[in-house]
């Protein structure tokens, strides 16, 4: 099974910092996602990247950034931190354009 | 306007009870409708996927239903378990196979 992993479960930050959400997939897989996950809103697609350093921007970008420097990693970077950034982040990845997600186990980032 | 209604948003039910979740969508043109399942706190997992020409497919206790003339899908599960608390999200794709739309989920309770 693929199996993609959030490097943290749980996550607190300050204000202003700069953080760095980690994704890892295991399964050589082209295509990888980040959304976040706000109560009533269902989920919001950040970013998304479908080949090593390509990365195109999904509904929501503003205060964030990717990175995507190999094809198994994809990082999510938020420049500094608000706490209207306070949500549940999900990492994706698929095989082929159109094919279903494997998402991550989440990363529930607070922002105090 | 692309969107995806889920309906109810929250249900409960005793444990051993069939019950059917909504989802009308509006997306068009159409290519495939998935069903997750996201246990508290973790990543959705995907459950079915149905494509234009399907109007049922089966995953164990789970069917999935599909009006591609209507615009509707329906999850039916049956004889619930407590394992089957959680939220149930139905995700529509497009013609741009990197853009999925998301309806905001059914939270289910079974209880005891």
């Known amino acids: 099974d693929v199996k993609v992993t959030q490097s943290s479960r749980y996550l607190v930050k300050r204000t202003g910092e700069k953080v760095f959400l980690e994704c890892v997939q295991d399964m050589d897989h082209e295509n990888m996602f980040w959304y976040r996950q706000d109560p009533g809103l269902g989920l919001r697609l950040i970013y998304f990247s479908y080949d090593v350093k390509m990365k195109e921007k999904g509904d929501i970008p503003e205060g964030y950034s990717v990175s995507r420097e190999k094809k198994e990693r994809f990082s999510l970077i938020l420049e500094s931190a608000s706490t209207n950034q306070t949500s549940m982040y999900l990492c994706a990845s698929t095989i082929r354009r159109g094919d279903g997600y494997t998402f991550g186990s989440g990363t529930r980032l607070t922002i105090v | 306007k692309n969107q995806v209604e889920q309906s109810p948003q929250s249900l409960i039910i005793l444990e051993g009870k069939n019950c059917t979740l909504q989802?009308?969508?509006?997306?068009?043109?159409?290519?495939?409708l998935r069903w997750y399942k996201q246990d508290t706190g973790r990543g959705p997992v995907s459950l079915t996927i149905?494509?234009?020409?399907?109007n049922t497919k089966s995953n164990g206790r789970y069917t999935a239903t599909l009006d591609a003339d209507t615009k509707q899908s329906s999850l039916h599960i049956t004889a619930s378990q407590l394992s089957d608390s959680a939220s149930y999200i139905c995700v529509v794709s497009g013609y741009n196979f990197n853009k999925f739309y998301f309806g905001s989920g059914t939270k289910l309770n079974v209880k005891p």
């Open positions: 149905m494509t234009f020409s399907e």
């Open positions: 989802c009308n969508y509006t997306v068009s043109p159409f290519s495939n």
